[in-house]
């Protein structure tokens, strides 16, 4: 029997990206298609979506008079495999001077809560059947933005359905005044401590986890941590008291998209049996960055420039990295202190650091192909893609040993190179002397070509595909609706 599930986001890739999040909304939904589960993925029609799918036939399904302060339609289209429903509210979602949740100074939205309300009650609605012919099973709702959905479907017309609501960052919470709650249409009753109200305010992710019927996590050990007042950040009361309703799957990637062998991104390709195709990648990658030639490793940053990333590490540890023979090629944006003082490393270092402020999906790509190693220092990390892709691509992950990149990386310590199986470097975080030995093991261990193109291999030759992922997705999903049909 084919299971209906419908996607809630908000973002996805190809469509829209600020991290993480777009690719997993993005490749999840295709992944569970071989384990009978129809998606259908709905997110706002921002200005750059409707760019994106210029050309593609979109009809409006459901429309409201009135959604949160102005005229919304929902529109349908494919795209590149996606049953996508689009949220099209001009007042809401039109064109503004920023991204999806911040203008160009990083202020958030000031009617973030009303653009992802709105959001989460039209999914609710499609959910129960707003749309003439279509219903959900289930729903799956991604981080804050539309943990919102599980109040609505609680307080809405199919309060049986179930819902899931997966945390991608628990840093993210969405926050807001107790004075956005009766604009909610929410019943006053919602306002509660075992409902929306969190902390004297609005909680629209902690919402999700109280309704939710079941919470995931984008790893095991970030399950774990979220649940320790240390990696709580405010909600681990709550996520212990959800018990065995909370449940770690650790991501995977879109192996045809990231694929070193096919990737059009890159200069020459290759695969973990014939890796010769990264010299060209390593020299166009050394062009683009304006990188003097070298004996020594590329390491790479590809990464969000904020504390949570252990940025602030990175910057301390450069010189030391440079000392030793290494150069560095940064690709990212975030914190304006960081990224100006990447630059001022760059302009320090001379054809030995290169820093490209912003994100560029080819160039990620190349980074990944013709890097040595992929720095990853990060004070908590739910799971981590980057690692993930520069696994799939033979740079090796140096990172934190912490949430998914505990789950994903086999650290190079003595006994998994006499057994064969390491895969990357992993180091205490949230310690700048930590991150450096790291580095002086990853230098030394580049300097052992033998050693170093064994770890590279074993590496490249594990499958971080969504096959295993998908299918504990769709088990999950199967066990709530069997278990919403007793009640």
């Known amino acids: 029997m084919t299971l209906r599930l419908l996607s809630v986001t908000s973002e996805l890739h190809p469509l829209i990206k600020t991290g993480g999040l777009a690719d997993v909304a993005g490749a999840l939904p295709l992944a569970l298609a071989a384990h009978e589960v129809e998606v259908r993925s709905l997110l706002p029609a ?39 429903l689009l949220l099209d509210s001009p007042s809401l979602f039109g064109a503004r001077d ?36 279509w219903s959900a099973d289930v729903v799956h709702a991604h981080d804050w933005q539309a943990a919102l959905t ?14 899931v609501v997966t945390i991608h960052n628990l840093a993210f919470q969405g926050r807001f005044d ?6 909610l249409g929410l019943p006053q009753s919602a306002f509660a401590v075992d409902g929306v109200e969190y902390y004297g305010g609005v909680g629209f992710l902690k919402a999700g986890l109280q309704y939710a019927d079941a919470v995931t996590t984008v790893s095991p050990s970030y399950a774990d941590e979220i649940r320790t007042p240390e990696g709580g950040m405010g909600l681990d009361g709550l996520l212990r008291a959800r018990g065995d309703a909370v449940l770690g799957i650790v991501n995977g990637i879109d192996t045809r998209e990231w694929d070193p062998s096919t990737d059009l991104a890159l200069a020459s390709p290759y695969s973990h ?32 420039l904020t504390w949570q990333k252990g940025i602030d590490l990175i910057l301390d540890s450069i010189d030391h990295l440079v000392g030793l023979g290494g150069r ?25 650091i290169g820093v490209v402020t912003g994100y560029d999906e080819p160039l990620a790509h190349l980074m990944q192909a013709g890097a040595d190693a992929i720095l990853i220092p ?41 057994a064969g199986c390491a895969t990357g470097l992993l180091h205490q ?43 504990r997705y769709a088990a999950l999903y199967t066990d709530l609706v069997a278990r919403a049909a007793t009640r």
């Open 273 to 304: 049996r014939a890796l010769g195709g990264r010299t060209a990648n390593r020299r166009a990658l050394e062009k683009r960055f304006g990188l003097k030639r070298g004996r020594g490793p590329i390491f790479a940053v590809i990464s969000r």
């Open 178 to 183: 107790a004075t956005a709650f009766p604009e």
């Open 378 to 418: 990060s004070r908590f990390e739910p799971c981590g893609l980057t690692q993930l892709y520069g696994l799939r691509y033979g740079t090796v992950p140096v990172a934190a040993r912490t949430g998914g990149l505990t789950d994903t990386i086999i650290d190079a310590n003595d006994a998994a190179l006499n």
């Open 429 to 471: 975080p949230g310690s700048g002397d930590a991150l450096r030995q790291a580095i002086t093991r990853a230098i030394n261990l580049y300097a052992a070509p033998a050693i170093w193109q064994a770890i590279r291999r074993q590496g490249m030759r594990a499958d971080w595909g969504w096959e295993r992922s998908s299918a």
């Open 98 to 133: 920023g991204g999806p949740y911040a203008d160009l100074a990083g202020q958030d939205w000031s009617d973030n809560w009303r653009r992802f309300a709105a959001l989460s009650a039209v999914a609710a609605d499609v959910a129960a059947g707003a749309i003439k012919g």
């Open 46 to 84: 921002y200005p750059q979506v409707q760019r994106a799918l210029a050309g593609v036939r979109l009809r409006p399904v459901h429309s409201y008079k009135a959604l949160f302060g102005g005229p919304a339609r929902v529109l349908a289209g494919q795209h590149k495999g996606h049953d996508l």
């Open 328 to 352: 560095l090629v940064v690709l990212g944006s975030g914190d304006g202190a960081m990224e100006n003082a990447l630059l001022g490393a760059a302009t320090r270092h001379p054809g030995l």
């Open 150 to 163: 599980a109040a609505y479907v609680r307080h809405g017309r199919r309060p049986e359905l179930p819902v």
